[in-house]
């Protein structure tokens, strides 16, 4: 039996696996059963939860709307009215009064970077519309942090997002705040600032070189301004900043997980990054061996090779990638991300590489990987170059068949009707991105009209792909997933500029951020609607998302997040 053959039945045999209970499940929860057969009904097991008195939203195929739910053994039990649910309670039964509130499944991001950002306990711009605001949230992380420490924003945030002013922040602004901690302040991708405490602890000076792909910007006397351009350049500063100890990393694990609850994250597909190593991924798996991680994460190996002997290193891994052997709370699912430098796409660049030997080695890997069965999400951006993967995926097809393997496009800014036509008969699914959220003014700088339809919410909606709905945070675009859903309704970034027109139904948005994300991350036999036999991953909101004006979206909050049936999140409490 070939290897290819063996990877594709492991997967195939555990996918069925997961139908087959969640069917036993669903069937045992909502079929009529013999009347010889029919339990007593005070024969049954109690749910330990009921959540009573609601709009919850299921979002499976019918998209109903019902009143109450029943939660047993992490799992959703039963859906209803209410009359019919009280009546499955016994004595310990705990039950939830969601006095009217509105209850949807717990949201899920198909391609973020989350698992790097416990790196730091770092300061978030997200969401901020002032750059006074943003000044005075720096002043309060100073006095509430040790002198020498570090304090770091990095990205999330970009200038054009500030309404009262976007001016850049300046060394002498940030060193009249914080005169003795090391800050940084990244803006997106593109640029870092330092002030002089920063600049003097990494060791920036009028010698140092400007690293590749970024500039050391130097004034007059020689001297480093504090401001550092480019990828590169912001990739340098980053590695400057020292990482934490082993307790503080998993402390700061803890409290963004709790983070994203409180955002109404439940589950992820994480697409790693910059100088990812296993100390990066041990903090969720220690939270996962104690059951203490409240957040699914789904991962891929990324390794972003840049030179054919690199994709060599890359090639002699692949037969050593075990995928799907984690549970349903950490799980590796395959290989993503850059799939070989040279060819990577930018979204603030037209640009982009096509040389002939460059694809020839992202071929390589995408070879081996089909050669193996495995999952492969790539970062593809612009028209261009979407085209010259799809001609090298057609043609891998042709000789290693890849439609059962769910291969995946991120971003697809650019992506064409034509081109989704091509995916769709590859069997690939599109990952779409809000990035436009904060750099929406400064695609329309680069990509002038072209802008408005960058990414083309409504043309893969209505071109029929499997598809979801995500961030890429933390860097490029904010973490919060109700800013993600506003932006496809709406079409407008951070702080109200409208830049993008083609915007979604509310409906269709939720649908992208839930159970189509599910099938993305290979969980929609337990996650992305509230079925009976799904896991119990949910969201009680305080306001109506379905009747909210579209411009507060971006401003709804769960009052409850529940994770596998257990409550992870519940505003004002600690």
């Not at 998993?250 to 409180?262: F, P, Q």
């Not at 083309?456 to 792909?465: A, C, E, H, K, L």
Request: hydrophobic share 40%.
């Amino acid at each position: 039996m070939t290897a290819t053959r063996t990877a594709s039945t492991v997967i195939r045999r555990a996918f069925c696996r997961a139908t087959a209970f969640a069917a036993v499940l669903s069937m045992a929860a909502l079929l009529p059963s013999p009347a010889s057969a029919q339990p007593k009904p005070d024969s049954r097991p109690a749910p330990e939860t009921i959540l009573v008195n609601g709009k919850i939203a299921t979002v499976d195929d019918q998209f109903r709307f019902v009143q109450a739910l029943a939660v047993s053994g992490r799992r959703v039990m039963a859906t209803g009215s209410n009359a019919d649910i009280r009546r499955m309670a016994g004595p310990s039964t705990r039950v939830i009064d969601l006095q009217g509130r509105t209850v949807i499944p717990g949201l899920i991001d198909n391609h973020s970077h989350w698992i790097r950002a416990a790196e730091h306990d770092e300061l978030r711009f997200d969401g901020v519309t002032s750059r006074a605001q943003a000044l005075k949230m720096l002043a309060d992380r100073v006095r509430a942090t040790p002198s020498g420490e570090w304090i770091v924003v990095l990205g999330g945030w970009s200038e054009q997002q500030f309404t009262d002013d976007q001016r850049s922040f300046s060394r002498a602004e940030i060193d009249a705040i914080a005169p003795n901690h090391p800050v940084v302040l990244q803006a997106v991708y593109l640029h870092s600032t330092l002030n002089t405490a920063a600049l003097r602890a990494a060791k920036i000076d009028a010698s140092t070189p400007n690293p590749p792909g970024g500039v050391i910007e130097k004034g007059a006397d020689g001297q480093p301004t504090g401001l550092v351009t480019g990828a590169g350049g912001v990739a340098f500063v980053a590695a400057k900043i020292p990482l934490k100890d082993r307790e503080a990393w998993l402390a700061n694990t803890r409290k963004l997980v709790r983070e994203l609850n409180s955002m109404g994250i439940t589950a992820w597909m994480d697409a790693g990054g910059r100088g990812m190593s296993a100390r990066h991924y041990e903090p969720y798996a220690e939270l996962a061996r104690r059951d203490e991680l409240d957040v699914r994460v789904f991962w891929t190996t990324i390794r972003q090779p840049a030179t054919p002997e690199q994709v060599d290193k890359v090639l002699a891994e692949i037969p050593t990638l075990r995928p799907f052997q984690g549970n349903d709370y950490l799980d590796h699912v395959g290989y993503g991300e850059t799939m070989y430098g040279p060819l990577t796409t930018q979204l603030l660049r037209k640009e982009n590489s096509k040389r002939p030997e460059d694809v020839a080695q992202m071929v390589r890997i995408a070879r081996a990987l089909a050669e193996r069965g495995l999952y492969l999400n790539a970062h593809v951006e612009m028209e261009d170059l979407i085209d010259v993967y799809l001609d090298e995926f057609e043609k891998l097809h042709s000789q290693v068949p890849i439609r059962g393997f769910r291969w995946s496009f991120s971003h697809l800014d650019q992506v064409t009707a034509v081109q989704l036509d091509r995916m769709k008969r590859l069997g690939m699914s599109a990952q779409i991105h809000s990035r436009p959220l904060i750099q929406g003014a400064l695609m329309h700088r680069v990509h002038g009209e072209r802008a408005w339809d960058m990414p083309p919410f409504r043309r893969v909606q209505d071109s029929g792909i499997r598809w979801g709905l995500g961030s890429d945070a933390t860097a490029v675009t904010t973490s919060n997933p109700f800013y993600t859903l506003a932006f496809a309704v709406t079409g407008k970034m951070v702080g109200g500029h409208h830049v993008n027109r083609q915007t979604i139904s509310r409906e269709e948005a939720l649908i992208a951020h839930t159970r189509n994300n599910a099938y993305i991350v290979f969980q929609e036999s337990n996650l992305g609607s509230l079925a009976p036999g799904k896991y119990a991953d949910l969201l009680v909101l305080d306001r109506d998302y379905f009747r909210v004006p579209a411009d507060d979206i971006k401003d709804l909050r769960p009052v409850m997040t529940m994770v596998g049936g257990r409550v992870v999140y519940e505003a004002g409490r600690r």
